[in-house]
């Protein structure tokens, strides 16, 4: 199975600052017919189901606040987030969807100073 | 507006089956476009994704589980559910059923059921 290994696994974070969580593969998540990234962002808010941040490495998705973006290539993300808000808290996930079974990090958990 | 809805029980005795339902409403699930997945999540909030079935009948499920899981459709009702046999004190997670993109640029998972937390537990 593809490992992701994620860092760091809490973020103290204050509003208005930027944070960034990082998100290792253990093989390259390049999908070498259309040149697309599998990786994707996932935030669960407290007491929430998973909600959909980023896909395929950058793009955000439908409604997700500009604040957010996603980077990287190969085995190596990024998400950041330009200002902290107080509605970011809650644990992030990356997860790949090169190859199955579909794998998640361990999670990232942001909260406010 | 599309929405998965779970339901079934929340308490399973050890070496029974977990059993829980998947109603899909606002889609059709037999559309051929979607992989209609499980994921579950631990008390310690790790992820798992437990399999899917597509196009009404194609399953693929993780090795983890060691054959004890299965996925199945009913088209009538517009759901999908999820069996997982001889259930122990692991399996108690909070299961998640979500939509996900049979084509490859739209593979991720942009549509989530509201969680059943299922405990292990005689």
Redesign the interface.
Known sequence: DVVMTQTPLFLPVTPGEPASISCRSSESLL?SH?G?T?V?W?LQKPGQ????LI??LSYR??GVSDRFSGSGSGTDFTLKISRVESEDVG?Y?C?Q?IA?????G??TKVEIK | QVQLQQSGPGLVKPSQTLSLTCTVSGDSISSGRYFWTWIRQNPG?????L?YIYNSGST?Y???LSGRISISVDTSKNHFSLRLTSATAADTAVY?CAR?GVD??R????L????TLVTVSS
Do not use: C, H, V
Not at chain 1, 49 to 52: C, D, M, T
């Open positions: 999908d259309d697309d599998f994707d996932y189901s998973p909600q959909l896909y395929s998705a439908s644990i996930y997860m969807r199955f079974p579909r794998t998640f361990q999670g | 909030k790790d992820l798992e994704w399999g693929y993780n090795p983890s998640f996900g490859d640029s593979g991720f998972f942009d989530w059921g509201q969680g």
